[in-house]
């Protein structure tokens, strides 16, 4: 194919392979390296989980310092191979991955930066950013390219149910607010559409609570309209999901200008930029 000799020109033979490897996940070294970077984020979060814990900490500190900075080399390294293995490395950079890959390992190099007590603040915050790490394992979960599709088809149908939700909850605080007043904890407006909001959503911290008969008639109506309420994202989400799974036949074929990926099984061309699969 013409398109394919074209890609081959612009990338060494080295190259193609570790976008093979790196990216492509229906290939025996891909499956490979997904496996193996699975658990490497896997124990690093856990790593991180454990550090914060004061106990594990005062003990194997110094071990869990070294284990960190053993698995930021390696997610360096890969940040690094994914870079060069790709035809446009910026646009994978500012992609959603490229970020996460990104806040995965400058954690661990701005800690050194910020040095002495005065900083342990902005040290443990850094800490904490390198929970993202989790964020990566989602690259290498087939089913998430069809959630993903999903979520996007129904993001205007979501986004308009939210504005009815919004608006209902709203209504509700509002009429809660005249029937209870502040002696009864609805000191305003907004409170009383944080106690709408807690209650349609069936949460229920009982902070704040209705104590006139009216009151607590509406109170019920709004709980018992919640359970219903919850359905409609769901079943939303569920249509697009079916459409996705069925409607369309998708393979995990990344592309090597872009990264763009949920190509469809026939296509030839990246949907994105163009480039021959």
């Known amino acids: 194919m013409p398109g394919r000799d074209k890609t081959h020109l612009k990338y060494g033979n080295w190259q193609v392979f570790l976008h093979e490897v790196i990216f492509e996940a229906d290939t025996p070294g891909g499956k490979t390296f997904d496996v193996l970077l699975l658990m490497a984020i896997?124990?690093?979060?856990?790593?991180?989980?454990?550090?914060?814990?004061?106990?594990?900490h005062s003990i194997y500190g110094d071990q869990l310092y070294k284990v960190e900075w053993f698995f930021t080399i390696i997610f360096t390294i890969e940040y690094v191979?994914?870079?060069?293995?790709?035809?446009?490395?910026?646009?994978?950079?500012?992609s959603f991955f490229g970020v996460v890959d990104l806040l995965a390992i400058i954690p661990t190099y701005l800690s050194i930066i910020f040095i002495g007590s005065q900083y342990m603040l902005v040290i443990r915050v850094l800490r904490v950013l390198r929970i993202f790490r989790v964020l990566k394992v989602v690259q290498y979960v087939g089913e998430a390219q069809?959630?993903?599709?999903?979520?996007?088809?129904?993001?205007?149908k979501i986004t308009i149910f939210l504005f009815a939700v919004l608006?209902?909850?709203?209504?509700?605080?509002?009429?809660?607010?005249?029937?209870?007043?502040?002696?009864?904890?609805?000191?305003?407006?907004?409170?009383?559409?944080?106690?709408?909001?807690?209650?349609?959503?069936?949460?229920?911290?009982?902070?704040?609570?209705?104590?006139?008969?009216?009151?607590?008639?509406?109170?019920?109506?709004?709980m018992i309209t919640g359970y219903a309420i919850i359905a409609v994202p769901t079943g939303i989400v569920t249509a697009e999901i079916s459409y996705a799974m069925h409607g369309k036949s998708i393979n995990t074929r990344v592309c090597h200008e872009c990264s763009a990926e949920g190509h469809e099984i026939t296509a030839k061309f990246c949907k994105n930029c163009g480039a021959a699969l």
């Open 42 to 56: 896997a124990l690093s979060v856990l790593a991180v989980m454990l550090d914060s814990v004061g106990s594990i």
């Open 81 to 94: 191979l994914r870079l060069i293995s790709v035809g446009r490395p910026a646009k994978y950079a500012l």
């Open 146 to 156: 069809v959630l993903s599709m999903a979520l996007r088809a129904s993001r205007r």
């Open 167 to 222: 608006t209902l909850v709203t209504v509700l605080g509002s009429v809660m607010y005249l029937l209870e007043g502040p002696e009864h904890g609805f000191t305003s407006i907004p409170i009383s559409i944080y106690w709408a909001i807690v209650t349609l959503t069936t949460v229920g911290y009982g902070d704040i609570a209705p104590e006139t008969s009216i009151g607590k008639a509406l109170a019920s109506l709004v």
